[in-house]
Every structure is written in structure tokens, then in C-alpha cells.
């Protein structure tokens, strides 16, 4: 295997071609993930048709080069001005962008980049050294274990639900039931919909999150006629001490890092669960895990260190069920598979046997795209910085013409625009009432799943509830998810006892 | 100074009016999905009353509390875990912020009318014309600034996107329903 790796990487080194594809896939990337709105995924489905005609190495290393920029690029926007630029950089703003109010939209970044370099050599390595292990385990995930793990993430839920716990709660509800709205494919039935032909397909992801943080951010960042940095910005002596002092904050939160980016990989290896819910796992267990969760939040380093270890570490394991059973582990992964298939090869073992350049490609790829663009970013760092300093009216208008066309970008529909402005007013009202929205987001991306997969479970089950406790990885999820919501309360009780 | 001071006051009352008004409107929300769940068959509604039900006494809990009760929702101010009382208990109504300012209240209007009329100007001129003429008013008029500074960036702000996602990406967009642009609703 080390041999295979050997010789991909001095095949990559000698090839400019190669080389080229990497750099310039990395750098678009990068753009995708700064762009409000626009993924890796869009950048993938944009590449996809201009790639029949080369060399399918050559794409691999290209699509890989963006899949391992693009979440470098969306931790920036998320930072600086509180827009997650993909949904696994949901949880980077929960403490990126308190720093930068802060003024340390600097540091952050120098965090950020750096646990996204390292999660994302960490994915490679926690995959080689868990693939015999999880492997095992993956194969025998089915519906009742995607609804526990779900369920698990949804506790995420309870961690954001900051401030009034009824007023989170209800917000985690609420964000459940708009997820319903639309075409169910597993009960075949379209609901609340109103008769509109445009919320068949639900609520879409992008102008939720773009509408309830970015316009309401804007509303904000107007109301207060000041800089998002209030206090100015912190700017370091040199070029590179935000990547110092990222590297300090790694080292000192070695076992927080080592934990997010092991639960990040093993997230990734699971079809179908996606960066968002591995982020929230990550900074969920690091708030557990924390002796100040209080402090989450307010700006607090680890709070950017476990979701951005998580999000980038996810990459290399969402590969392998791509590519060994052609079970897209993201969204990015089905441009991967649509690639693969494209050129003529079926993913599955015989890929594996047969064509293992094919496959050592994108692992490689990923790992020189995070590590590329992690310099780049981090180069950049005290530059990008000053965009917290911008005043209001450069910074309302810009960011608003970049949602706009983004979200439109997306569905080509106008009512999305309709929508996002809607909800940039809703979250605005949200925030001035003492709502939480992130519990509000949390429960909308989770909810359809949690659904599906619970639905699907009482289906193999003829409805019976007792498969989750039948089978052994869903029971264990179960009481893991107990754990994570007694712990806190128990180490609470015991700290306070004299 | 009078009638400046009474609109001020105006203003402030609306603004706290709307808070109720919110969760008013969450929890009309709420009731629908969980009174529109009965026309559903058993599996299609399942969930929705599952999470609908509990979310609807919550918020009902808390418009109470709102308007009749503030003192029940000020004992639910505290982390479901546990680790922190918020600062909302020393702020009256709940909310997590102090109350807009007369400036901030103008401002609020502001940009909500601006970006009202962004959205019109897309939907019946199209985004060319509606981002190019919208960030100049916005950094002229609210911003203050010099006309050239105003055309150079919302040229710049057009032309980038004129580049990346038209030229670059070979997005059609929309051309404003004054062009020939349909919305399908």
C-alpha cells in the first residue's frame, strides 16, 4: 500500500499535467468555498462536463483538488462574516465569527487553516489505520443505524440551544417541521406545500442558511452603522503568527483535534450523513468534553478547532464508499462517482484490484489541495482579516449582491431570492427576540434525514420500535446519545458539590 | 424636538410590539403543521406530530409568558445543560439584545427598503441592471460617499459578477420579468 502511495505521489511530482489539475482545482475551489451559496458541489457539477475528454487520473487529481480546498474557503466567509460558505462550515461560525467580532478574525482564520491542513493529513491517516476496523462496521449500517447516528447529531441541538432553553428547543422543533415541507420520497406524499408548485422540492438548504445568517447579518451589521469587528482588529507583528499561533492552538488541543478529526473520517465513511452533521458531532463532543462549555460561543478557539479538524478529515473517509461500493459518501462524492462512471469504470472491488492509481489519486489529491490551500489561505490571513474592518455600507451591499445571485445560482428559481430576503428578516426578528438560530438550522438539515431513516427503520420492522434496541451499533447510538446528554448535567452537579 | 421625541417613542413601541408578534406567528406556525398533519396518512403525519405537539406547548408556553407570565419564561433562562444563566434575565421581554436606538431604528428601515427594493428591481429589471443600481444607492445614500467612489464599486461589484458567473460559469440570469423572465410559482 505505502509502495502504491509512493509511486502516485512521484507520478503526481513528474507530471505537470497532473500537477496543473491539482493547483488549478484547488485554486477554483478555494473560490467556490468563498463564494455565499456555491459548494464543492456546484464547482464538480460545473467541471464534470468539460472532463469527458481527458485523462481520468488527470480529473481525479482536479475534482480532489477542489473537494479539498473548497471547505478552506467556506471556514473564511463563515469567520469573517458569519455565512458558512458550505454546510460543514455551519459550526466554524458558532465561535469564528465571535472572534472576529472580537478581533480576531485573524487568528481564527490562522486556527481554521491550520486544523483544516492537519484534519485533513489526519483523515488520510485515521483512515488507513481505522479502514480495517470501520470497514467492518460501515458494512453493516443500515436504516435504524443512520437514524440513531442522526439522532446523535441532533443533540447538537441541545448544545446550541443557548440562553432561554425554551426558546431553543422550540427553534430545534420549528427548523424539524419546516423540514417537512415538500415531496416526501419515502411516504410518497406531498405536504404543506399550499398548493405552490415551488415548495414541492421543501425549503432548499442554501437560501435557509444564506437568508437567516447572511441577510439578517447584514440587517445587523446596517442597525449598527459599525465595522463587524467592534473593537478593531487585532493585527499581528509578522505574516505569519496567525499560523503560529494556529499551530500552538492545535498542539495545546491535541486530544480535542485527534478526536474531531478521527470522528470526522468515520462520519465521512458513512453514505449519506454529510460534513454538517460531522462538524456538529465534533463541536457537540468538544463542548461535552470541554471544563468551560460555557464559554463556547463567545469565541473560544477550540470552538473553530474541532468543526474545521472534522470538516476536512471527512474527505478522505467519505472516498472509500465511494470508490469501493460506489456509495457516494457526499454530495461531492456523486460528482466523483458520476466522473468514474463517465470515464468507463464501475466503482466496486475490481476498481480497487484493478485500477488502484485511480483510486490512490483523489486520496493524494485531497491531502496536497488541503495542504495548498491552507498556505494559501493562511498567506492571506491578516489581508482577509481587514474584511472585518470594512465599513457597513461596503460590506452590506457586496455581501448581499453575492447571496442574491448565489442562491440563484443554485435552483435558477427568483422565488428563492424571495425567500432568503423573507428569511433574512426572520432571523433578524429571531435574534432581537432571544431566539437561537442555530438550533433552527440544526434541526432543519436534520430533520428530513432523522425522518427518512426513522420511517425506513419502522418499514424493515413492520413497525416495530424494537429494532433499535435489537441491533447492537443502534442501541450502542442510543445510549451514546443518553451519555452526551446526562454527562454535562452530572459533571455540573459534582462540580458544584463542595 | 417634540415631534421628533414622540416619533422616536412611536417608533420604539412598534418595535417592541413585534416580539410578541414573532412568537405569535411561530406558533400559528407551529398549529398549522400540527392541525394540517391530520390530513395525512399515518406515516406522513408521524413525525410531524411527534416534534409538532411538544413544539407548540413550548411556544405557547412562551407567548404566555411574553404577554401574561414574564416570570415563567425568565425560569426557563438557563442552558438545557445547565452551564449558564443568560443574560436575558436582566432585560425586560426577552430579548437577548438592548433595544434599537432611534439611529438604529432608521437604519433598520433603511435597509430593509433597500433591500425590498433590490428584490423588485431583480424581479422586473432583471440582476444587471438591479445590482449595478442598488449598490450605488446604497453606498451613495447610506454610505455618504463621493459618486465616483459609489460608480467605481458598484461597477466593480457588476463586473465581478459579470465575470464569474456569467462569463465563467455560463449562468443565465434572470433578465427581470419587464425582459421576458417568467416566475413559475
Known amino acids: 500500500m505505502i509502495e502504491t502511495f509512493a509511486s502516485a505521489i512521484g507520478h503526481l511530482m513528474g507530471n505537470a499535467s497532473y500537477l496543473g489539475a491539482l493547483i488549478g482545482g484547488c485554486l477554483l475551489g478555494l473560490f467556490f468555498g468563498l463564494l455565499p451559496g456555491l459548494g464543492g458541489t456546484i464547482c464538480l457539477a460545473l467541471l464534470l462536463p468539460f472532463t469527458w475528454n481527458l485523462d481520468p487520473i488527470m480529473v481525479m487529481y482536479m475534482f480532489s483538488g477542489v473537494m479539498g480546498s473548497v471547505m478552506v474557503g467556506g471556514s473564511v466567509t463563515s469567520i469573517l462574516v458569519n455565512i458558512p460558505g458550505t454546510g460543514g462550515n ?13 478581533g480576531e478574525a485573524g487568528r481564527a482564520i490562522g486556527i481554521a487553516g491550520v486544523a483544516s491542513c492537519l484534519g485533513g493529513l489526519f483523515g488520510i491517516f485515521w483512515l488507513l489505520l481505522l479502514l480495517p476496523v470501520v470497514i467492518k462496521i460501515i458494512m453493516s449500517f443500515a436504516a435504524p443505524e443512520f437514524c440513531t447516528m442522526i439522532l446523535v447529531g441532533l443533540i447538537a441541538i441541545v448544545v446550541a440551544a443557548r440562553g432561554n ?40 438548504l442554501i437560501p435557509f442558511i444564506l437568508g437567516l445568517f447572511a441577510i439578517s447579518e447584514v440587517i445587523m451589521i446596517v442597525r449598527r452603522r459599525e465595522a463587524i469587528a467592534e473593537l478593531g482588529q487585532d493585527l499581528p507583528q509578522h505574516r505569519w503568527a496567525n499560523t503560529v499561533d494556529g499551530f500552538k492552538t492545535v498542539l495545546k488541543h491535541k486530544v480535542c483535534f485527534l478526536r474531531s478529526s478521527a470522528m470526522g473520517t468515520v462520519v465521512g465513511i458513512i453514505p449519506g450523513i454529510g460534513g454538517a452533521v460531522a462538524t456538529l458531532l465534533a463541536y457537540t463532543a468538544e463542548m461535552q468534553a470541554s471544563k468551560h462549555p460555557e464559554l ?120 428563492d431570492i424571495v425567500l432568503v430576503v423573507l428569511l433574512g428578516f426572520f432571523g433578524y426578528g429571531l435574534r432581537r427576540a432571544g431566539f437561537p438560530i442555530m438550533p433552527l438550522v440544526i434541526g432543519f438539515i436534520l430533520g428530513g434525514l432523522f425522518e427518512h431513516s426513522l420511517l425506513q427503520s419502522l418499514m424493515i420492522s413492520y413497525g416495530s420500535y424494537s429494532i433499535f434496541l ?29 | 424636538m417634540g415631534e ?156 465581478f459578477i459579470f465575470l464569474v458567473f456569467r462569463l465563467f460559469m455560463d449562468l443565465h440570469m434572470f433578465p427581470g420579468l419587464l425582459f421576458g423572465g417568467k416566475i413559475i410559482t
Open chain 1, 470 to 498: 435489537t441491533r447492537p451499533i443502534a442501541l450502542g447510538l442510543i445510549i451514546l446519545s443518553i451519555i452526551l446528554l446526562v454527562l454535562p448535567w452530572v459533571r455540573g452537579r459534582a462540580s458544584r458539590r463542595p
Open chain 2, 4 to 159: 421628533r421625541k414622540g416619533l422616536e417613542e412611536a417608533m420604539k413601541k412598534v418595535i417592541r410590539r413585534s416580539f410578541p408578534v414573532l412568537s405569535l406567528l411561530i406558533l400559528a406556525f407551529a398549529m398549522g403543521i400540527v392541525l394540517g398533519a391530520f390530513q395525512y396518512d399515518e406515516r406522513s403525519r408521524m413525525l410531524p406530530l411527534i416534534i409538532g405537539i411538544p413544539t407548540l406547548m413550548m411556544l405557547l408556553v412562551l407567548v404566555l409568558g411574553e404577554t401574561v407570565f414574564p416570570r415563567v419564561v425568565s425560569r426557563f433562562d438557563i442552558d438545557l445543560l445547565g452551564v449558564r444563566r443568560t443574560e436575558t434575565r436582566q432585560q425586560p421581554q426577552g430579548t437577548s439584545e438592548t433595544r434599537p436606538t432611534w439611529t438604529e431604528s432608521q437604519a433598520l428601515v433603511i435597509i430593509a427598503g433597500w433591500l425590498i427594493t433590490f428584490l423588485i428591481l431583480i424581479v422586473l429589471l432583471g440582476y444587471d441592471i438591479a445590482i449595478a443600481s442598488s449598490v450605488l444607492g446604497f453606498i451613495r445614500l447610506y454610505g455618504k460617499q463621493s459618486w465616483l467612489r459609489s460608480v467605481l464599486v458598484a461597477i466593480g461589484v457588476w463586473a
Open chain 1, 296 to 415: 463556547f460561543g463567545t469565541g473560544l478557539p477550540e470552538g473553530v478547532l474541532a468543526p474545521e479538524s472534522a470538516n476536512n478529515a471527512k474527505d478522505g473517509g467519505a472516498l472509500l464508499p465511494t470508490v469501493a461500493f460506489g456509495l457516494p459518501g457526499s454530495a461531492e462524492m456523486v460528482m466523483v462517482l458520476a466522473a468514474f462512471i463517465m470515464h468507463g469504470f464501475a466503482p466496486g472491488p475490481t476498481l480497487l484490484k484493478e485500477n488502484i492509481d485511480l483510486v490512490v489519486a483523489p486520496i493524494i489529491g485531497i491531502t496536497f489541495s488541503n495542504l495548498l490551500s491552507a498556505f494559501i489561505v493562511l498567506a492571506a490571513s491578516m489581508e482577509l482579516a481587514k474584511v472585518s474592518t470594512l465599513q457597513p455600507y461596503y460590506v452590506a451591499p457586496i455581501v448581499t449582491v453575492l447571496c442574491f445571485v448565489g442562491v440563484f445560482a443554485v435552483r435558477q428559481e427568483v422565488l
Open chain 1, 90 to 102: 455551519l459550526a466554524t461560525i458558532f465561535d469564528g465569527y465571535p472572534m472576529s467580532r472580537k
Open chain 1, 165 to 204: 432553553v425554551l426558546k431553543g428547543l422550540s427553534m430545534g422543533g420549528v427548523g424539524m417541521l419546516l423540514a417537512f415541507i415538500g415531496f416526501s420520497d419515502t411516504t410518497g406524499t406531498t405536504r404543506y406545500t399550499g398548493g405552490l408548485l415551488y415548495l414541492w422540492d421543501g425549503i432548499g
